[in-house]
């Protein structure tokens, strides 16, 4: 046990060393994903917010993706996003603005004089109309809110409100992070990806727990040492912890990226970002900002 400001505990990596350097980096990672916003014109949304249909096509034999696009577009629908499921081509999601009754008859219509000759029928159709995107959008943003808030209650009551600040930090940095990796990725805004930013959330504040339980622990039992080393001691106990579960969900989110086709497609890729980013924001952000916030003597 150490007691003295001497015994210096001993670890293996200095993490905190770099602290800068990795902070330098998601300065420069950020200011790039704003050049990508404002290049783009922000972000691009799906119908779940802006309202519209997306009609799921099935054709009877394999249909080129182009032509599939260049039907609809014909069609008057020039914004419309196609994307193929599955690796027969025979299977498509067309997702357009438009928000009439009869979407998917204009659809098939503008599909028939693209591609004759290759019969089609609609699978699924799903409808969303323009104030029930304005609520979902509005429902989203005050879901995420509610989630730092308590978050910030939790670590603020279970260890002191420090930490707390700390761990808010990494989850802002977090939610900024995955948006940035959304934006650059080109994936539209969906149920889908808020559902994977929440849940990253949670396995980013998990990750930051352990550490920071460690944390408290070593200052209760280590009176005089400084708490840069000991802040370095906790992350490197942890470290095997981190990199075991880290590595063992993303193998597990990597499947679904493979394997869950297009309509997993969004909240697995999100949320394969985001576990790389909570693992590392738990080790260089939450840490680090704790660490800077003194403590109240």
Same mark, same amino acid.
């Given at each position: 046990?150490?007691?003295?400001?001497?015994?210096?505990?001993?670890?293996?990596?200095?993490?905190?060393?770099?602290?800068?350097?990795?902070?330098?980096?998601?300065?420069?990672?950020?200011?790039?994903?704003?050049?990508?916003?404002?290049?783009?014109?922000?972000?691009?949304?799906?119908?779940?917010?802006?309202?519209?249909?997306?009609?799921?096509?099935?054709?009877?034999?394999?249909?080129?993706?182009?032509?599939?696009?260049?039907?609809?577009?014909?069609?008057?629908?020039?914004?419309?996003?196609?994307?193929?499921?599955?690796?027969?081509?025979?299977?498509?999601?067309?997702?357009?603005?438009?928000?009439?009754?009869?979407?998917?008859?204009?659809?098939?219509?503008?599909?028939?004089?693209?591609?004759?000759?290759?019969?089609?029928?609609?699978?699924?159709?799903?409808?969303?109309?323009?104030?029930?995107?304005?609520?979902?959008?509005?429902?989203?943003?005050?879901?995420?809110?509610?989630?730092?808030?308590?978050?910030?209650?939790?670590?603020?009551?279970?260890?002191?409100?420090?930490?707390?600040?700390? +761990? %808010? *930090?990494? &989850?802002?940095?977090?939610? /900024?992070?995955?948006?940035?990796? #959304?934006? $650059? =990725? @080109?994936?539209?805004?969906?149920?889908?990806?808020?559902?994977?930013?929440?849940?990253?959330?949670?396995?980013?504040?998990?990750?930051?727990?352990?550490?920071?339980?460690?944390?408290?622990?070593?200052?209760?039992?280590?009176?005089?040492?400084?708490?840069?080393?000991?802040?370095?001691?906790?992350?490197?106990?942890?470290?095997?912890?981190?990199?075991?579960?880290?590595?063992?969900?993303?193998?597990?989110?990597? +499947? %679904? *990226?493979? &394997?869950?086709?297009?309509? /997993?497609?969004?909240?697995?890729? #999100?949320? $394969? =970002? @985001?576990?790389?980013?909570?693992?590392?924001?738990?080790?260089?952000?939450?840490?680090?900002?704790?660490?800077?916030?003194?403590?109240?003597?």
């Amino acid at each position: 046990m150490l007691t003295t400001a001497t015994d210096a505990p001993k670890y293996r990596f200095d993490f905190l060393k770099y602290r800068y350097f990795w902070l330098v980096v998601s300065i420069i990672y950020f200011a790039v994903g704003a050049a990508a916003y404002y290049a783009k014109g922000g972000f691009s949304y799906h119908i779940d917010f802006t309202g519209g249909a997306q009609v799921r096509i099935a054709f009877d034999k394999p249909a080129n993706i182009g032509d599939v696009r260049k039907s609809i577009s014909a069609g008057g629908w020039k914004d419309a996003v196609i994307q193929s499921v599955g690796t027969s081509n025979r299977s498509f999601l067309i997702t357009v603005s438009s928000q009439e009754p009869d979407t998917e008859v204009h659809i098939i219509s503008a599909l028939h004089a693209g591609i004759p000759g290759n019969s089609m029928r609609v699978e699924n159709i799903q409808l969303v109309g323009a104030e029930a995107g304005k609520d979902t959008a509005r429902n989203a943003v005050i879901a995420v809110l509610i989630s730092l808030v308590v978050l910030l209650l939790y670590i603020g009551l279970r260890f002191e409100f420090r930490f707390g600040l700390g +761990a %808010i *930090v990494a &989850l802002v940095h977090d939610i /900024l992070a995955v948006m940035v990796f #959304v934006l $650059l =990725a @080109g994936e539209p805004i969906s149920l889908h990806v808020l559902a994977s930013i929440l849940a990253v959330l949670g396995y980013s504040m998990n990750d930051t727990v352990v550490i920071f339980a460690r944390i408290r622990e070593n200052l209760v039992k280590s009176k005089g040492v400084s708490e840069y080393d000991l802040f370095n001691l906790s992350i490197n106990q942890t470290l095997r912890r981190t990199l075991l579960t880290s590595i063992a969900t993303a193998l597990s989110v990597l +499947a %679904i *990226v493979v &394997l869950g086709g297009e309509t /997993l497609r969004g909240l697995s890729v #999100v949320m $394969l =970002a @985001g576990i790389i980013v909570g693992t590392y924001s738990s080790i260089y952000i939450a840490s680090s900002a704790t660490l800077v916030i003194k403590p109240k003597n």
